[in-house]
Nanobody, 122 residues
């Protein structure tokens, strides 16, 4: 059973925008949720997270450009990405877990989607 399903990836030029969605089978109201990305031959890095209280945390590389949000009624997590750069390219994953401290660490998350590809060309 797939708990999390991402969508919205695609190919854009530098400076473009995309909005990713993550449809959840559960509400995850007691869990933190986050977005991770993984470029070719790179480790999976946390870029944006939302704790169970709705507080948001961002990696420095995306701060001011990306926005994480959640619609509890739709059980959907979003990632609005603006001013995209080629280095933002990669597979983007949605995750949910009982994280309570290091919200951008992949080890804090139990459930993962299969990812959606984002490609930013110059």
């Amino acid at each position: 059973q797939r708990h999390l399903v991402e969508s919205g990836g695609g190919s854009v030029h530098t400076g473009g925008s995309l909005t990713l969605s993550c449809a959840a089978s559960l509400s995850y109201v007691d869990y933190a949720m986050a977005w991770f990305r993984q470029g070719p031959n790179l480790e999976r890095e946390g870029i944006a997270a939302r704790d169970r209280n709705g507080q948001t945390i961002y990696a420095d590389s995306v701060k001011g450009r990306f926005t994480i949000s959640k619609d509890n009624a739709k059980r959907t997590l979003y990632l609005q990405m603006n001013t995209l750069k080629p280095e933002d390219s990669g597979m983007y994953f949605c995750a949910a877990g009982p994280a309570d401290s290091d919200f951008l660490s992949r080890y804090e998350y139990l459930y993962w989607g299969q990812g959606t590809q984002v490609t930013v060309s110059s």
